[in-house]
């Protein structure tokens, strides 16, 4: 089995960019490593994948973790665009191109939390992908 995350990775994007309501609270700025000197609010995510074979069937399990910063006054806007996030992906794998995708749900508990600078709020949130092939 081939390991497919970069594939995930990129399809995840694809699908949050298309949510015109997150894409403006975001302004597009999704990105795969902590930027240089950005704006806010933006995203980060990252994948780790375990092979899911058996004797018959190959496959694998991604956890795709998404972490959200922005410098607003309150968690408002954290707030929404976690609801965005989750409106995208959560049981929603029509929404993400990936072939052999057969199941995408949010998991643990998701945290919205001010930093340690108490000058931005940051998100926290999984997704564990079902994959064949």
């Given at each position: 089995?081939?390991?497919?995350?970069?594939?995930?990775?990129?399809?995840?994007?694809?699908?949050?960019?298309a949510n015109?309501?997150?894409?403006?609270?975001?302004?597009?700025?999704?990105?795969y490593a902590?930027?240089q000197?950005?704006?806010?609010?933006?995203?980060?995510?990252?994948v780790?994948?375990?092979?899911?074979?058996?004797?018959?069937?190959?496959?694998?399990?991604?956890?795709?973790?998404?972490?959200?910063?922005?410098?607003?006054?309150?968690?408002?806007?954290?707030?929404?665009i976690?609801?965005?996030?989750?409106?995208?992906?959560?049981?929603?794998?029509?929404?993400?191109?990936?072939?052999?995708?057969?199941?995408?749900?949010?998991?643990?508990?998701?945290?919205?939390?001010?930093?340690?600078?108490?000058?931005?709020?940051?998100?926290?949130?999984?997704?564990?992908?079902?994959?064949?092939?």
């Open positions: 089995m081939a390991d497919r995350s970069l594939d995930v990775l990129t399809k995840i994007r694809t699908a949050l960019l015109n309501t997150l894409n403006t609270l975001i302004g597009g700025r999704i990105v902590v930027p000197q950005t704006a806010y609010p933006f995203i980060i995510m990252r780790e994948m375990t092979p899911n074979d058996t004797k018959t069937e190959v496959g694998g399990d991604y956890l795709v973790r998404i972490q959200a910063f922005d410098t607003a006054l309150d968690q408002k806007s954290m707030l929404q976690k609801s965005e996030i989750y409106n995208t992906l959560h049981r929603n794998e029509s929404n993400i191109a990936l072939s052999g995708l057969i199941q995408c749900i949010q998991q643990g508990v998701n945290q919205v939390m001010k930093e340690p600078d108490l000058k931005s709020w940051f998100l926290t949130v999984d997704y564990r992908l079902l994959v064949e092939g």
